[in-house]
């Protein structure tokens, strides 16, 4: 609503005193059915609200306290609609502080979002503002805490000795190491014990003094200290069982309100918590925690004592309900125990692979030793895995099929194995699964390919540069083909790296895909796939025009498909679009496009 | 006539607005006892009379007492209780207490009335609305509004003095409900700004922890376990509301009760008292402060905090409050009237009644109201039963809100609009108001959008109205849940049964009030004292069926002389 509105529908010209506006408003309401009129009562009070904060504004610059510099935020943020959009990318970072490693050894910017936008900027040196404890306390101890070093934690810390506020500077310190840091990725130590008492201390005092003020200083308390504890984490682990007891953080869970700092908080509370009780001998998935815990390596078995059902119910359980604690497990391990029907997700391909791999080696032993063990004599039955050479020879036609089909006939199996030699056993093993399942040697062969692809990918995603470029020409084209069929197929391929067999690729691409695998085979860049990172990356405005044109999608459902919204067909043809639109691109972001298509 | 009728979980009110030279003003009408606050009890005599009031409590403690009292807190649920041999629902049971209202304004002014707003805690849903609304009509009142609590506390405490109010907050602790609202008054608009609750939170709770903290050292030899344990929980909530207010006068009271003939009795200190509520203590601030967020408003800036209800007299609640906010709060309104008396004001602005200058009240919806839906998740699986809210808490109400969903299977049918309340982010945390169904032309997934729009007005009601763009077609829902269903259906028998429930003569209240003590105290003596009582009784009751009006005066005076001296000074 604009101002001019505002006054009109009030009825009254500009003022800025807020008895007028009010009266004005209480004659427009009594004047009127509400209930009859549930659109005209929703404007005008709208108007009221405009019209009160233009007032508020007008009337603000005479007064700079503290209380009012943070009335006026919310007052400028909607009273000018333009700076408030402005302004919002900066308190979304800030209120995402543990998402952002880079604030650290500046000033804690939930600090200033604690203070408001248009509260005097917090000097560096101290991270707190005058407005941000209480004035007279800041006034008189002074600004720069270093000047009383031995107030910082190094003492007992009893309320008389040091105020609040330098307290919660005190956990500050301690929670974000001031160093700085080579890798942005690292994440900080966690507290040694004397530090890890210290906080507590702190904490405490910082929890006791919350307990004692007003409800309004009580919840800004709150809000700090869970941006504090989120930001800080995994090192402000041990402070959160005493400070969500306080502030009742848990009661906040679920609820449609839940702030995203406590919804982080609580989400590893639960996890803390589960893992506690599953670390204890006595818990009945414990076996299957440490199972899952232990570190496999190439040819690592699962361990025998534990029961599958037990893994997957702890695997299951810990994905659905504490998602954030799946990082303790052994990705490797996991993958051993990971059903294969769990495909269809970023880990799922991945396990896949490794099950087959292993089901190959199986598969061998056994050969291995039914083939010790048999002799010749005529009366005893051939052992059931014994293959009929006929049956071998059909096997031999179906790999070499599907290798014509992937890298042309020049390459052999023979020849695969001295080149990638794990490349030929899932060669083998798939074939040997083919047979066992009934399917046919086109469905085979579609299969390999599926995996030949998945490793192209991986590779070229991990190698970049022109081989990321021919890797992603080839995927559009493949995309397209998908596309023909369906949207639904074309996400197919997009999320499961799995090409539907509806999918008919035509031969130039076909041949295209095969030169370039005989050139990454030659180069043994076909080796088992890295682990494909999710990612993302801010496309650049033009390339998203590009997109638009290309695709013809317009701009709001190329937004949503690229946040991974809208339709399977917008999606597809945005995807194709933005990775041909990559291609040709000639910025800095090309590569970082790529690379998360 | 429309009265007002403040329905509370441990005392009732009603109130009416009269026309005077000076204006107008809300007040109060008596019981058949004379006193203003109706207990929220219900008993059901042997003969199968029914008791409301003060009569009933006095018999909660006794062995065959059936005897309810705080159903307040079953509002809304399908629980029943059984007093004697009938089961009654908490909206029966509220029933009764409204007819008894109703009954006294008939012996107070001589014309029977029809029409009643009557008062809800602010953090009821829907489902406790439509109870207590139920519950008028069962007692033949139509119910012409439901008001929220604190709103009729803020009408009644703003029209003291009628001034313009910058933003005060209303604190109400009731027996069994906690409300917060915060509320600004100027020219003749009573606005709310923000409700929030905790409709679990009351007085109920402060007793049942002092009897949960006692219990061990009062009773070493368990002798409350060898009674009825319904008939035990009576006696000890008893005790301990009696040991409350004891403890709102001084710094230990005594907590004492007796089985059988045998006292029990030991001391609650302030300080112990105040170590096992502290959780209850904490819970009053959860909802402050969401209130206060929701309404942007700054606890410093508040001109006024307003005490309401019988469980702020607490001198440990009070505390509490002054912690809260860094100041004394205001408890110029009478904690237990207020409400009613601001329901009464409420019923003389709908009947427009002279002497009250407008005055327009604009209220909240103080829960979120939106639908059930599903969305992929991360791990490619469909996640089920997430709510999506259309009207966000604290809005104004009356108001109209939509929202666009679309389907998710391919070739979808239908989509089946289910509709909560509530603040959890699933729908299984939340309150289900009621459900439609919507056939839609079968497409590729996502491609078919419903246009849900929300209306919600000043009485409460919500309407649901589901368009299909695509093919133009509307479907309408007014939320009416299983139990309203069921109930227009046999609403009228289930009043005709309440109304042939024999309840006991009013002017022969004192009378019964007077018998059912003397047979506790039969029950709390032994020995020589319970003869006395005994014998005192059988007077007393033979002077009744005398029908000798002073006969009967002399013997309940000398009837209750016993009594008071023998609660006075409990022979041990």
């Known amino acids: ?597 | 006539m429309l009265i007002g009728i403040d329905l509370g979980t441990t005392n009732s009110a009603v109130a009416l607005w009269q026309n005077n030279e000076s204006g107008g003003e809300a007040v109060l009408v008596p019981n058949a006892l004379g006193a203003l606050l109706t207990p929220s009890a219900v008993s059901v005599l042997p003969d199968g009379n029914t008791l409301v009031g003060a009569a009933a409590l006095e018999r909660m403690g006794l062995k065959d007492g059936a005897t309810a009292t705080s159903f307040k807190r079953l509002m809304g649920t399908d629980r029943k209780q059984k007093l004697g041999k009938k089961e009654f629902s908490a909206e029966e049971l509220s029933a009764l207490v409204l007819m008894s209202l109703r009954d006294d304004v008939t012996a107070h002014t001589g014309t029977r009335p029809t029409e009643a707003v009557i008062t809800v805690p602010a953090y009821f849903n829907d489902r406790q609305r439509k109870a207590t609304r139920r519950a008028g009509e069962l007692a033949g009142l139509t119910v012409r509004r439901l008001i929220n609590e604190p709103t009729a506390a803020a009408l009644a405490f703003g029209l003291q003095d009628k001034e313009e109010r910058e933003p005060f907050l209303v604190f109400d602790l009731g027996g069994g409900t906690f409300d917060v609202s915060i509320v600004e008054m100027f020219e003749g608009i009573v606005e709310v700004r923000a409700s929030a609750g905790d409709n679990r939170l009351g007085g109920d709770d402060f007793n049942s922890a002092i009897a949960t903290a006692v219990r061990g050292r009062l009773d070493p030899d368990g002798l409350l376990g060898k009674i009825d344990e319904r008939r035990a929980e009576a006696l000890l909530l008893q005790a301990a509301e009696r040991t409350k207010r004891g403890l709102s006068e001084g710094q230990e009271a005594e907590f004492a009760l007796t089985i059988g003939g045998t006292r029990l009795s030991t001391a609650v200190t302030a300080s112990e008292f105040e170590a096992q509520a502290e959780g209850l203590i904490r819970r009053l601030r959860d909802p402050v402060v969401r209130a206060l967020r929701d309404s942007q408003i700054d606890a410093a800036s508040l001109s006024e905090v307003v005490l309401v209800g019988g469980a702020t007299r607490m001198p440990l609640v009070r505390k509490a409050i002054t912690r809260l906010f860094g100041r004394f709060p205001n408890s110029s309104v009478h904690p237990d009237h207020a409400v009613a008396l601001g329901a009464a004001i409420q019923g003389g602005l709908i009947a427009r009644d002279g002497g009250l200058e407008e005055i327009r009240i604009t209220d909240v919806c103080p829960f979120t109201l939106g639908i059930e839906t599903a969305e992929h998740s991360a791990r490619g699986t469909v996640q089920q039963g997430l709510f999506s809210p259309i009207i966000e808490r604290n809005t104004p109400v009356p108001v109209s809100r939509s929202g666009v969903f679309s389907t998710m299977g391919d070739g979808q049918k239908q989509i089946e609009v289910k509709i909560y309340q509530g603040e959890a982010r699933e729908v299984s945390g939340n309150v289900h108001l009621g459900q439609l169904k919507v056939p839609v032309p079968p497409r590729p997934a996502g491609e078919v959008a419903i246009d849900v729009r929300f209306s919600y007005d000043s009485s409460g009601l919500l309407e649901v109205d589901v368009e299909v763009p695509l093919t133009g077609a509307k479907h309408n829902l007014v939320i009416i849940d299983e139990e309203d269903r069921k109930a227009s259906n046999d609403l009228d028998a289930r009043r005709k049964a309440l109304a042939a429930l024999k309840q006991h003569p009013r002017e022969e209240a004192t009378n019964q009030m007077l018998l059912a003590r003397a047979e506790r105290c039969y029950e709390e003596f032994l020995g020589d004292v319970r003869a006395v009582v005994g014998d005192r009784t059988r007077m007393f009751v033979t002077a009744l069926d005398s029908q000798d009006p002073r006969r009967i005066a002399d013997a309940a005076a000398d009837l209750s002389g016993l009594l008071d001296m023998l609660e006075a000074n409990p022979p041990l």
């Open chain 1, 1 to 597: 609503m604009t101002p001019t509105q505002a006054w009109r529908i009030l009825g009254i010209a500009k003022t800025p005193e807020l008895g007028a506006i009010r009266r004005a408003y209480a004659e427009r309401l009594k004047a009127m059915d509400i209930d009859k009129d549930v659109d005209g009562y929703a404007r005008l009070r709208e108007a009221r609200d405009a019209a009160l904060r233009w007032a508020r504004m007008q009337a603000k610059p005479a007064m700079k306290d503290a209380p009012d510099a943070l009335a006026g935020v919310a007052d400028l943020d909607e009273a000018e609609p333009d700076r408030a959009l402005e302004s919002l990318p900066e308190s979304e970072t800030s209120s995402w502080l543990y998402a952002a490693p880079a604030a650290r050894g500046e000033a804690d910017p939930s600090l200033t979002t604690r203070l408001g936008d248009t509260a005097p900027k917090l000097d560096v040196t101290t991270g707190f503002s005058a407005a941000q404890a209480p004035a007279e306390q800041a006034i008189g101890v002074g600004r720069d805490p270093f000047a009383r070093p031995v107030l910082l934690g190094l003492e007992a810390t009893s309320d008389a000795v040091m105020p609040a506020w330098a307290h919660e500077q005190a956990l500050h310190r301690l929670l974000y190491v001031e160093e700085p840091q080579d890798d942005e990725d690292a994440t900080p130590p966690p507290l040694e014990g004397w530090q890890e008492a210290m906080a507590l201390g702190h904490l405490k005092a910082v929890l006791r003094h919350a307990e004692t003020v007003s409800v309004t200083a009580f919840d800004e308390i709150d809000n700090w200290l869970a941006r504090v504890l989120a930001g800080a984490w995994p090192r402000s682990a041990p402070l959160l069982e005493p400070a969500a007891a306080v502030f009742g953080w848990e009661s906040e869970r679920g609820q449609v309100s839940e702030r995203p700092s406590v919804a982080f908080l609580n989400a590893r509370l639960r996890g803390l918590r589960f893992r506690e009780k599953v670390l204890e001998p006595k818990h009945p998935l414990h076996k299957a925690w440490v199972e899952l815990t232990t570190p496999a390596q190439q040819g690592s078995r699962k361990g025998w004592f534990v029961k599958r059902a037990d893994v997957e119910q702890l695997l299951a359980g810990v994905r659905k309900n504490f998602p954030e604690i799946e990082h303790h497990f052994d990705p490797w391990r996991v993958a051993l125990w990971d059903k294969p029907e769990g495909a269809g997700t970023g880990e799922g391909w991945f396990s896949k692979t490794r099950l087959w791999i292993f089901a190959a080696i199986l598969v061998f032993q056994i050969l291995r030793y039914a083939l010790a063990d048999w002799t010749p004599e005529a009366s005893n039955p051939p052992p059931p895995v014994a293959l009929s050479s006929s049956e071998i020879a059909e096997d031999g036609k179906a790999i070499q099929g599907a290798l014509d089909r992937i890298f042309g006939p020049e390459i052999t199996l023979e020849g695969l194995k001295s080149l990638q030699p794990d490349l030929a056993a899932l060669f083998s093993a798939n074939r040997t699964i083919a047979r066992s399942d009934g399917s046919d040697a086109a469905g085979y062969a579609a299969k390999v390919h599926d995996l030949v692809r998945e490793r192209m990918y991986a590779t070229a995603l991990v190698e970049k540069g022109p081989l990321l470029a021919d890797v992603q020409r080839v995927r559009a084209d493949l995309l397209r083909a998908a596309r023909k069929v369906g949207g639904a197929q074309c996400m197919a391929l997009i999320r499961t790296r799995r090409l539907d067999p509806q999918v008919v690729v035509p031969e130039a691409v076909l041949s295209a895909e095969r030169k370039l695998a005989v050139r990454m085979l030659d180069a043994s860049q076909l080796g088992p796939p890295a682990r494909i990172a999710p990612g993302t990356v801010s496309v650049p405005g033009a390339l998203v025009d590009k997109v638009m044109t290309l695709s013809g999608v317009p701009e709001d459902r190329v937004r949503k498909a690229m946040d991974g919204k809208g339709s399977d067909a917008d999606q597809c043809a945005v995807t194709i679009a933005l990775i041909d639109a990559a291609l040709a691109w000639k910025g800095k972001e090309r590569e970082a496009v790529l690379l998360v298509l």
